[in-house]
């Protein structure tokens, strides 16, 4: 099969966005955590 350098590229470009996707919702979800611990905080103040 001569094709195997476009197999791996392509499954390599897929894992790299695999793994963007996956580290774009960690900092997404990050950050919601700060902002609803920031928002309980908040809350119990009153």
Do not use: C, P
Request: proline share 0%; net charge positive.
């Amino acid at each position: 099969m001569e094709n195997w350098g476009y197999l791996v590229a392509a499954y390599s470009i897929i894992w790299v966005a695999i793994f963007i996707y996956i580290f774009t919702l960690h900092r997404r979800q990050r950050q919601l955590r700060r902002e609803l611990d920031s928002l309980k905080e908040k809350l119990k103040g009153n």
